[in-house]
């Protein structure tokens, strides 16, 4: 038998796994990127005001505050203005600017800074040139009119920041507006005929010849001619054939037929509007600018609304002791028609335009 001698084996050195090393750097690594403090931003955030000085109509120098008084008093009696930078809205103006009527309401112009005695209305979109501005009532110029509104109902821009402006030029005869607005207010149109003075384009109010013809007498045209119109222009027209009517309205309250067949084309468009379709109202009476078709009044047919609403404009816009009158004329937002009839302020030199394509002049 063979002895043997059992050694006994060295004891085995246990080291770190690599895997936990691993485990224990990333978990390192996480706390300290979420323990550390947060570095700073590399730009402060935007102060809440800006100021803008003008000159010669450039910005001319900007700088923030962050207060609106501070921004106003760097502004000083220099021309300039002041903006919010979170909705970048204009809150003060020195000299002229632009108001927008703001959306939802017609906006009303009074005579008066304490906004009592009203002149007239505009539409929501329109745009108002601001001769003075101040918190509470601003002075406004429209369409022939000067007078005072809420500061608080405009949305304002200095002239400075308003590049498309409205303007007026002459072309033949014809007086064209070039209307800058909101709410389908703008566009360019025929104003009527224009004053033979009037030489290159200007941003300035300018009232055509037409504005001022007197409603009150009779137009040259007969029946047919008005059928032949609304035929050339509007083959699909159901108008067509009513010229007998208006004439005959024209007899009866003293009306200009051409006159009140242009009103029917502008509001109605030839007759073929969702509110001519629906309720035969060709004038837009009651057709208010919240909720139009709503609001407008129904007729039993065309020949319905044509003498009805021939009749009241007659009595109550066109004779001097009517509820509305301001001149026997379309006019402007300052007098005639257009102060009371409608909330859009070139209301009347779009009819104007038709009666000038009318020749009825």
């Not at 302020?345 to 020749?359: R, T």
């Amino acid at each position: 038998m063979t002895n043997r001698t059992i050694r006994p084996t060295r004891p085995v050195r246990r080291t770190g796994s690599w895997k936990g090393l691993v485990f224990f750097f990333l978990l390192g690594s996480l706390l300290f990127f979420l323990l550390r403090e947060s570095p700073k931003t590399v730009l402060p955030p935007a102060s809440p005001f800006v100021a803008e000085l003008y000159e010669n109509g450039k910005v001319t120098e900007e700088q923030e505050f962050d207060s609106f008084d501070a921004a106003k008093s760097f502004v000083g009696d220099g021309r300039g203005a002041v903006k919010r930078t979170d909705d970048n809205r204009y809150i003060y103006l020195t000299g002229s600017g632009i108001g927008i009527v703001r959306a939802n309401d017609t906006l009303n112009i009074y005579a008066d800074r304490a906004l009592k005695k009203r002149q007239t209305y505009v539409a929501p979109g329109s745009r108002l040139t601001v001769l003075s501005y101040a918190d509470q009532v601003s002075r406004v110029e429209i369409a022939g009119l000067t007078g005072y509104v809420a500061t608080n109902r405009l949305t304002l821009y200095p002239v400075e920041q308003s590049s498309n402006r409205s303007y007026y030029e002459k072309k033949g005869d014809r007086l064209l507006h070039y209307i800058v607005a909101d709410r389908g207010l703008g566009g360019l149109i025929t104003a009527g005929e224009a004053p033979e003075t009037l030489g290159q384009r200007t941003t300035q109010y300018i009232e055509s010849k037409t504005l001022t013809q007197d409603l009150r007498k009779p137009t040259t045209l007969s029946a047919k001619q008005l059928d032949a119109f609304i035929r050339k222009n509007a083959p699909d027209s159901p108008l067509i054939g009513t010229g007998k009517t208006f004439k005959q309205v024209e007899r009866d309250h003293n009306i200009n037929a051409a006159y009140l067949l242009a009103h029917a084309i502008h509001e109605s468009n030839y007759g073929r509007s969702e509110i001519a379709r629906d309720k035969f109202n060709l004038f837009g009476v009651n057709a208010t600018d919240i909720a139009p078709g709503q609001n407008a009044t129904s007729y039993t047919s065309f020949e319905d609304s044509i003498r009805k609403t021939g009749k009241f404009i007659a009595r109550d816009y066109l004779k001097k002791n009517g509820k509305y009158y301001r001149g026997p004329f379309l006019g402007n937002k300052a007098r005639g028609m257009n102060v009371f009839y409608a909330s859009d302020p070139y209301w009347s030199e779009k009819i104007a335009g038709i009666l000038l394509k009318m020749n009825a002049v």
